[in-house]
């Protein structure tokens, strides 16, 4: 239930921040990492290793990929998590072939 509680205030501080930013009229895109419900002269960002599910809710807006990991934090007890370098040039060529533009 906390957790729940903690997601909400979450949200809406991500929504009164989101609207803050609109607000300012400057002209310059806004962007924030994988949040699937800015509003639309926002752009939300795909992080993580295989961007080939990632799409924009509006056409309009270009599909940007931010962090393309290599690797990530180890937990414990667990193989390290990193990928080869034939696998990072694979899901990114796949990324631009599916119209990712950044």
């Known amino acids: 239930m906390l957790l729940l509680i903690l997601e ?3 949200n ?3 929504i009164a921040m989101l609207s803050f930013a ?6 310059v895109p806004w962007i924030i990492c994988q949040q699937d419900d800015t509003p639309e002269p926002i752009i939300h960002t795909y ?3 295989y961007g080939d599910q990632f799409n924009q809710s509006s056409k309009t807006i270009p ?3 931010t962090k393309n990991w290599t690797g990530w934090f180890k937990e414990w007890g667990s193989l390290d998590p990193h990928r080869i370098a ?3 040039a694979f899901v990114v060529a796949y990324f631009f072939q599916l119209e990712g533009t950044l």
């Open 63 to 65: 599909e940007i990929w």
């Open 22 to 27: 609109e607000s300012l009229n400057i002209c």
């Open 12 to 14: 809406l501080i991500l």
């Open 47 to 49: 992080n993580g290793y």
């Open 86 to 88: 034939e696998d990072v």
């Open 8 to 10: 909400m205030i979450q």
